[in-house]
T-cell receptor, first 116, second 113 residues
Framework: NAGVTQTPKFRVLKTGQSMTLLCAQDMNHEYMYWYRQDPGMGLRLIHY???????AKGEVPDGYNVSRLKKQNFLLGLESAAPSQTSVYFCASTQGAGSSYNSPLHFGNGTRLTVT | KNQVEQSPQSLIILEGKNCTLQCNYTVSPFSNLRWYKQDTGRGPVSLTI???SENTKSNGRYTATLDADTKQSSLHITASQLSDSASYIC????????????WGLGTSLAVNP
């Protein structure tokens, strides 16, 4: 049982380049999330999805886009990367509404992105 | 402002010893409080989730307590092992129309042999 899988694990981009981060979960979870983790800051929510075909903005959505074409996949896109987007990106999933209900978030192991 | 503050920022203990990590929060309205363990280079893993009515919950050698009146929580680790070396993050879920998770910065624990 793989749980939540993120690809790639590492990536270096130059300013202005684009890329897509892929998240796949095999737990049939409805809710999926993209977070970024930076030193000295708690995890911050970028975008989330409450089901296939739906997406919504989180706390720090600017510069990112997402898509949830299939229930098991949640893609995070950077159209024009900036050095401020250097971070570790985590995908998470949960069966219920993770925020207000008692469903734990299941995280992938992250993508470490450096933008030069 | 909704905040989750953890102490200490870092802690070093010897293998086999116990330790207690603290979490104070000002999030309102409150839904639940979670503790996560994050190993270096890995994603966070859920340890416990406690609602308003629960004041203690255990997961193996990990025991979390919650005092919703004083808005304080603690995570007690018993008979520490080298594998307990990690960051422990307290997360408070805000209820209501603006539901969200408020993440603490974590306590970095090092267990030395």
């Amino acid at each position: 049982n793989a749980g939540v899988t993120q690809t790639p694990k590492f990536r270096v981009l130059k300013t202005g380049q684009s890329m897509t981060l892929l998240c796949a979960q095999d737990m049939n979870h409805e809710y999926m999330y993209w977070y970024r983790q930076d030193p000295g800051m708690g995890l911050r929510l970028i975008h989330y999805s409450v089901g296939e075909g739906t997406t919504a903005k989180g706390e720090v959505p600017d510069g990112y886009n997402v898509s949830r074409l299939k229930k098991q996949n949640f893609l995070l896109g950077l159209e024009s990367a900036a050095p401020s987007q250097t971070s570790v990106y985590f995908c998470a999933s949960t069966q219920g509404a993770g925020s207000s209900y008692n469903s734990p978030l299941h995280f992938g192991n992250g993508t470490r992105l450096t933008v030069t | 402002k909704n905040q989750v503050e953890q102490s200490p920022q870092s802690l070093i203990i010897l293998e086999g010893k116990n330790c207690t990590l603290q979490c104070n929060y000002t999030v309102s309205p409150f839904s639940n409080l979670r503790w996560y363990k994050q190993d270096t280079g890995r994603g966070p893993v859920s340890l416990t989730i406690m609602t308003f009515s629960e004041n203690t919950k255990s997961n193996g050698r990990y025991t979390a307590t919650l005092d919703a009146d004083t808005k304080q929580s603690s995570l007690h680790i018993t008979a520490s092992q080298l594998s307990d070396s990690a960051s422990y993050i307290c997360v408070v879920s805000k209820a209501g129309n603006n539901r969200k998770l408020i993440w603490g910065l974590g306590t970095s624990l090092a267990v030395n042999p």
